[in-house]
């Protein structure tokens, strides 16, 4: 019964966020009908197909120029434009039982449309990737927690290891503006295992034994339900041994299981829980993003090779990953425990890492000379069949016989024996 309540609550958290993306959607197009004179015929029912194409285009160009949206030099994204008027005909459908966005007779998207949207993704500018984070930036903050009195530096420090390790996304350890599909971890999310691989992930004064930690991402992004990626312990030796998955995590559960909640009710606390003078907390991403770029700051831009303004809580993604990919890791292995469903993460190894191109150069003296196969020559007996002669058409060993013509009717005879 706990299964099919948990799943119709996720359906519903799901719909829920749908029905907002809609309800934005709306309340942006009636807007626009009242700026141009259609407020009386917000369903265009009164205009031919083609010009309520017109007008979709036309409502297209106002959205990227943040009509209806906060303030901002930067125009919106052409794949944000994109989504609100799919999702706008999608409301025009289900209501009226036409979409406006396409041509008459048609059911996908109309030329005039998908002309506009490929040259707003042209003059798109450049996507400008996070700058992938190294471990040295997650040693730091370490440094400040164990300096500091605010069990909110040391909190902040354990959520950084483990998203670094798991390539979190910002919204599975912290609290984000907006509404995402995401969900955040919980501690029912995470189990603990000792040397025997057993689950002692109720047993807290044990949980030092645990030697691998698995934690279930119920729903994120690629729309993968219940998908488990297991740590084992680092063995860090350096300085004091915080980059480690199975001590990050450990510290975290214990924290909450100390707030004197019921065993059940530490089960739904999420990760990012904290309490401080008296008071409960959710530590937002905002806050996060200061400490790390902090950190990235104090090490500066002479080691790094970058500042703090370039890099966000989506860091500890492309950091993981390219901690995996310089490690030597395979590609597929990367894809798993990174939950990537494609090689998309390719987009998060940067290229002008130093070390990436490590021993590169002397790889590429390993053999003075190679043999290249000639190509293929062509001849006749590639093209129609119909003027094929025996003598051009090719013949094996194993075969016995003559190739003969197929108009005769005749076969070939094959040797059994062979």
Same mark, same amino acid.
């Given at each position: 019964?706990?299964?099919?309540?948990?799943?119709?609550?996720?359906?519903?958290?799901?719909?829920?966020?749908?029905?907002?993306?809609?309800?934005?959607?709306? &309340?942006?197009?009636?807007?626009?009908?009242?700026?141009?004179?259609?407020?009386?015929?917000?369903?265009?029912?009164?205009?031919?197909?083609?010009?309520?194409?017109?007008?979709?285009?036309?409502?297209?160009?106002?959205?990227?120029?943040?009509?209806?949206?906060?303030?901002?030099?930067?125009?919106?994204?052409?794949? +944000?434009?994109?989504?609100?008027?799919?999702?706008?005909?999608?409301?025009?459908?289900?209501?009226?039982?036409?979409?406006?966005?396409?041509?008459?007779?048609?059911?996908?998207?109309?030329?005039?449309?998908?002309?506009?949207?490929? @040259?707003?993704?042209?003059?798109?500018?450049?996507?400008?990737?996070? &700058?992938?984070?190294?471990?040295?930036?997650?040693?730091?903050?370490?440094?400040?927690?164990?300096?500091?009195?605010?069990?909110?530096?040391?909190?902040?420090?354990?959520?950084? +290891?483990?998203?670094?390790?798991?390539?979190?996304?910002?919204?599975?350890?912290?609290?984000?503006? @907006?509404?995402?599909?995401?969900?955040?971890?919980?501690? /029912?999310?995470?189990?603990?295992?000792?040397?025997?691989?057993?689950?002692?992930?109720?047993?807290?004064?044990?949980?030092?034994?645990?030697?691998?930690?698995?934690?279930?991402?119920?729903?994120?992004?690629?729309?993968?339900?219940?998908?488990?990626?297991?740590?084992?312990?680092?063995?860090?030796?350096?300085?004091?041994?915080?980059?480690?998955?199975?001590?990050?995590?450990?510290?975290?559960?214990?924290?909450?299981?100390?707030?004197?909640?019921?065993?059940?009710?530490?089960?739904?606390?999420?990760?990012?829980?904290?309490?401080?003078? @008296?008071?409960?907390?959710?530590?937002?991403?905002?806050?996060?993003?200061?400490?790390?770029?902090?950190?990235?700051?104090?090490?500066?831009?002479?080691?790094?090779?970058?500042?703090?303004?370039?890099?966000?809580?989506?860091?500890?993604?492309?950091?993981?990953?390219?901690?995996?990919?310089?490690?030597?890791?395979?590609?597929?292995?990367?894809?798993?425990? @990174?939950?990537?469903?494609?090689?998309?993460?390719?987009?998060?190894?940067? &290229?002008?890492?130093?070390?990436?191109?490590?021993?590169?150069?002397?790889?590429?003296?390993?053999?003075?000379?190679?043999? +290249?196969?000639?190509?293929?020559?062509?001849?006749?007996?590639?093209?129609?069949?119909?003027?094929?002669?025996?003598?051009?058409?090719?013949?094996?060993?194993?075969?016995?016989?003559?190739?003969?013509?197929?108009? /005769?009717?005749?076969?070939?005879?094959?040797?059994?024996?062979?």
């Amino acid at each position: 019964m706990t299964y099919w309540l948990q799943k119709n609550k996720e359906m519903m958290e799901s719909h829920r966020i749908q029905k907002t993306k809609e309800t934005r959607v709306w &309340k942006r197009w009636s807007e626009y009908a009242v700026s141009v004179g259609f407020h009386q015929d917000i369903w265009l029912s009164n205009l031919l197909p083609e010009q309520r194409v017109h007008i979709m285009g036309a409502f297209a160009a106002a959205l990227r120029r943040r009509q209806f949206s906060r303030p901002d030099e930067k125009e919106l994204a052409s794949k +944000t434009v994109q989504e609100a008027v799919a999702k706008l005909g999608e409301i025009f459908r289900a209501n009226v039982g036409y979409n406006p966005t396409h041509g008459t007779g048609s059911h996908s998207l109309h030329p005039l449309l998908t002309r506009q949207f490929r @040259g707003m993704r042209n003059l798109d500018p450049g996507e400008v990737q996070q &700058k992938a984070l190294p471990v040295s930036v997650y040693r730091e903050l370490h440094r400040v927690a164990r300096m500091s009195t605010l069990p909110l530096d040391t909190t902040i420090a354990w959520l950084q +290891t483990m998203a670094y390790f798991w390539c979190m996304r910002s919204c599975e350890y912290s609290d984000v503006q @907006g509404d995402r599909r995401t969900k955040i971890l919980c501690v /029912r999310n995470i189990r603990f295992f000792d040397k025997n691989n057993r689950d002692i992930s109720r047993n807290v004064p044990y949980l030092s034994n645990a030697v691998t930690v698995s934690i279930t991402f119920e729903f994120q992004k690629k729309e993968v339900r219940n998908d488990t990626i297991s740590h084992q312990k680092s063995g860090d030796t350096v300085a004091f041994g915080e980059m480690c998955p199975v001590r990050a995590t450990i510290a975290l559960v214990k924290q909450l299981y100390a707030y004197r909640y019921s065993d059940e009710q530490v089960q739904d606390l999420p990760i990012n829980y904290l309490e401080m003078d @008296g008071k409960s907390y959710t530590i937002p991403s905002s806050l996060i993003l200061l400490r790390i770029r902090h950190a990235v700051t104090t090490i500066g831009q002479e080691v790094l090779g970058f500042i703090a303004d370039e890099v966000g809580t989506h860091s500890n993604r492309s950091g993981g990953a390219m901690g995996m990919f310089l490690s030597g890791t395979p590609v597929y292995t990367i894809m798993l425990m @990174g939950r990537w469903s494609s090689d998309a993460f390719m987009r998060y190894i940067r &290229k002008q890492i130093l070390s990436l191109s490590h021993g590169i150069a002397t790889k590429m003296l390993t053999y003075e000379q190679f043999y +290249t196969v000639p190509d293929f020559v062509h001849n006749s007996a590639d093209g129609d069949t119909r003027g094929r002669h025996n003598t051009n058409l090719a013949t094996t060993s194993n075969f016995i016989g003559i190739h003969t013509n197929t108009r /005769r009717g005749l076969h070939p005879t094959f040797n059994l024996s062979h």
